[in-house]
């Protein structure tokens, strides 16, 4: 049984494979679309950062989704200003926000992922905790980059599938095991064809309104390694 935190460094033969892939395809206007605000609070490279958008990016693009990666920096925690950025504009389901921070009040270190529905399960906010995934030694097949865009995926899958959205296999599973892992390194962790049509419908949804406030943080779902 190989949980997820198990995958560390992909060759740059698969690494360069995903990014070529991202680089070649065609965005399709009439796709749904999701844009999805990333903070980087934790300030990891531009490089690592780019490869997380292109596994990102290629998982949902084989979901018929196209996903708009807006990089939104790291944030000036001197400045009290309110946000006026298109970053600061999160609304379910096609405005979704991830943070990558470095570590979380009361998260564990086998802790890697969480994503913030409501009772209704919907939600706009997630976070990635990145110390978390870099300090695991266990996953030794994947690149910090790689695993971070497999895990954002994987968090922004919960946002819009909604509550009890695990799944036995595909990107949803909540441990990875040794078929995950084959999969994973031959390119083709996605997420199962009835969850990539419930992605599909969901932005299909017309939005709750602009006077619905975001989503609160009723309860949180947690990707993690499983235990030793
Ligand atoms: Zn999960």
């Not at 990891?44 to 084989?62: E, G, K, M, S, V």
């Not at 819009?160 to 990875?176: F, I, T, V, Y």
């Amino acid at each position: 049984m190989f949980p997820l935190s198990r995958f560390k460094s992909l060759s740059l033969a698969v690494v360069s494979l995903v990014a070529n892939v991202a680089a070649a395809r065609t965005p399709d206007a009439l796709a749904p679309r999701v844009r999805l605000s990333v903070f980087n609070d934790a300030g990891i490279p531009p490089d690592t950062l780019a490869q997380a958008a292109a596994r990102a990016t290629a998982i949902l693009a084989q979901s018929g989704v196209e996903l708009d990666w807006l990089s939104c920096g790291r944030p000036d925690p001197s400045d009290f200003s309110p946000p006026t950025t298109p970053c600061s504009v999160v609304a379910w389901p096609h405005q979704l926000s991830v943070r990558i921070v470095p570590c979380g009040r009361s998260i564990g270190a086998d802790i890697f992922g969480e994503a913030f529905l409501d009772g209704a399960g919907r939600g706009a906010y997630s976070n990635v905790y990145y110390n978390n995934l870099a300090a695991n030694r266990e996953h030794a097949q994947l690149s910090d980059g790689d695993m971070l865009g497999f895990v954002i995926a994987h968090e922004v899958g919960h946002l819009l599938l909604g509550s009890n959205s695990h799944s036995p296999s595909g990107l949803m599973q909540a441990r990875w095991d040794s078929s995950a892992l084959h999969s994973a390194l031959h390119n083709t962790l996605f997420f199962t064809p009835a969850q990539s049509a419930t992605l599909r419908s969901r932005l299909s949804e017309t939005p709750p309104g602009p006077n619905v406030p975001a989503p609160l943080y009723a309860s949180a779902h947690r990707l993690a390694r499983a235990s030793p």
